[in-house]
């Protein structure tokens, strides 16, 4: 059976952060909505466009969810024309990549990303080949439901007992634990450690090359 590391994408594998604060500011600014400080708003990165607007916004309807979600798409869309889009790698992410993939793990990506953006992204870096499956909102319910992990293992020919997700957010451990697969938590990312190991996280790595120690301990052969 195939091993199956599946990487969230904003806060685990870029630094996308400052980015979609940018373009969530701009869009609530033209739809006359106070912003949410950057601290409340690395909260939701994770969910899908829609869910993410229901949880900053709860009295508002769902259509208006919708439609702010639209917006934002539109507002980072127009940051990507202008050049002004910064989704770095991590420092280490290249690295480990590199490790798991020796060490016969097969890659994947669940991301709260669109079709067309996480496309943009990973080919900016160099490394969409590198990945067996690429699940996105755009043909997923948001994290934490499973179906993104579920179909990732359905493309890889793994099973859940030998598939980690390796995520940022307590979105991404639940997403995890509801697939019967390991969570491993990014401190580096948008979610405290503390969150990650209450969502289910197995162990939290505080860098990205602690990872693959953090397999070996908690993972092979449980």
Partial sequence: MNRLAIFDCDGTLVDSGATIYAALKSSLEKNGYDVPTPGVSRRVIGLSLVEAMAVLFPDEPAEQHRLLAEDYKREFMALRTAGEVDEPLFEGVLELLDSLEADGWLLAVATGKSD?????????HGIHARFVSLQTADRHPSKPHPSMVEQAIADAGAAPQTTIVVGDTSFDMAMAVSAGAAGIGAAWGYHDAEELIEAGAIAVADRPLDVPS????????R
Avoid: K
């Fill in 214 to 221: 953090l397999i070996r301990e908690h993972v092979d052969g």
């Fill in 116 to 124: 067309r953006g996480l496309r943009h992204c990973l080919e900016q």
